[in-house]
């Protein structure tokens, strides 16, 4: 039952019932295949880990609830040999600093983007059609960061777009 006391807000996504998808096995590595388009910024000739490989450790430790670079990597050491391997992790895995290094050399607007368009593959599109009185309805959430300046001495601000339909953070 809906806590709204209107019943015409009741209404708020078209397919609000469905269980989440579960990921099949033609699907396994569309995370890792999504992030081979962001370019790789480290020097070819010290090159030992896959970018598209550390990127899909770092998204997924993320999801899993892993909030430092430390806890990323914690997270990366408890994989088992194999699911390492699937990965294209061959004699080892980086360390922590390697991580840190590599993570904070990429560019957030494209990796940003390269997220939001997978999502985007992994998300059902209603087959029912919509109701009437559906519409699309997009939450914007906007912040200042205390403390913290750009170059020039202005404030950083954070601005976030999420798609209340699917979940998705667009940009």
Partial sequence: MASSLITALTVTTPHASSAPVAVTDG???GLLNALTKIPDPRDPRGIRYPLSAVLTV?????????????????????LDEHARIRLGFGDGVPVGTTMWRLLIRLDPALLATVLAGWLHTRTQQ?????????????????????????????????LSVLDTTTGIVIA
Avoid at 60 to 71: D, K, N
């Fill in 27 to 29: 699907e396994h590595s």
């Fill in 126 to 158: 209603p087959s029912l059609p919509l109701p009437r009185r559906y519409r699309r309805v997009i939450a914007i959430d906007g912040k200042t960061l205390r403390g913290a300046r750009l170059p020039g001495g202005r404030q950083v601000h954070l």
């Fill in 58 to 78: 770092a998204v997924c430790a993320v999801m899993a609830g892993a909030s430092s670079f430390a806890a990323i990597t914690d997270w990366l050491h408890d």
